[in-house]
């Protein structure tokens, strides 16, 4: 499927607030994209598709992880709206016609990230926090300088802030944004 055929896909999905983000999403990839050093058009798409699924309910998102039989855990049961970057990547590969493996990987885990992410995994997950359409988050300034001069660095202060403010939420902790925190607070 071409770009536009994708935008009128999304834009019928996606609230308008939401549908601008993916839009911003994918730019932001492709400027991280060419600073690092990745292919410039797969940051684009996987920028572009990533919150394809986050238009549904929680209850459709766990209804359709099932339908499709998607892995769902304790934590996604119990907060569907986790699900939306696997169930996203399902979307992609189905109904947007991707292909490419690590676009669907850097999709299925750009909410929560995971140890050793790829370059590509790492630019979506950081391209989401910083696109220019977030409103103001704590830092998010010197995140967004960060992004452009030390990737990992950024990613371990988005999922510093996050575990913080789900931490102040009260609401459970996917594993996985724990396991990516300290696989980076290690590395770096
Ligand atoms: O879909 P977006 O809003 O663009 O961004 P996202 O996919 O990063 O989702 C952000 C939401 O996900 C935000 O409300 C925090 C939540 N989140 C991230 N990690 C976890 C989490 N929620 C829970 N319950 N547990 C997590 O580990
Ligand atoms: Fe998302
Ligand atoms: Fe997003």
Do not use: W
């Not at 992410?117 to 926090?129: C, G």
């Amino acid at each position: 499927m071409d770009r536009a055929d994708m935008l009128i896909k999304l834009k019928g999905k996606l609230s308008p607030k939401r549908y601008v983000h993916s839009i911003g999403v994918e730019y932001t990839a492709a400027a991280l994209a060419m600073t690092h050093g990745e292919d410039v058009n797969r940051a684009r798409l996987a920028g572009l598709l990533h919150d394809c699924a986050k238009g549904y309910s929680n209850e459709e998102k766990l209804k359709k992880s099932l339908k499709y039989g998607l892995p769902v855990s304790d934590v996604e049961r119990e907060n569907p709206d986790l699900l939306h970057g696997k169930l996203g990547a399902y979307y992609a590969k189905n109904k947007y016609g991707v292909t490419d493996q690590g676009v669907l990987s850097a999709i299925t885990y750009h909410t929560t990230g995971h140890p050793d992410m790829s370059l590509l995994d790492k630019i979506i997950f950081v391209a989401d926090y910083i696109e220019p359409n977030r409103k103001m988050i704590f830092e998010l300034t010197e995140i967004r300088k960060e992004a452009f001069s030390d990737l990992d660095k950024a990613v371990v202060h988005i999922l510093k802030n996050t575990l913080e403010y789900l931490d102040g939420k009260h609401v459970v902790i996917d594993e996985m944004t724990e396991k990516t925190y300290r696989f980076y607070v290690r590395k770096g």
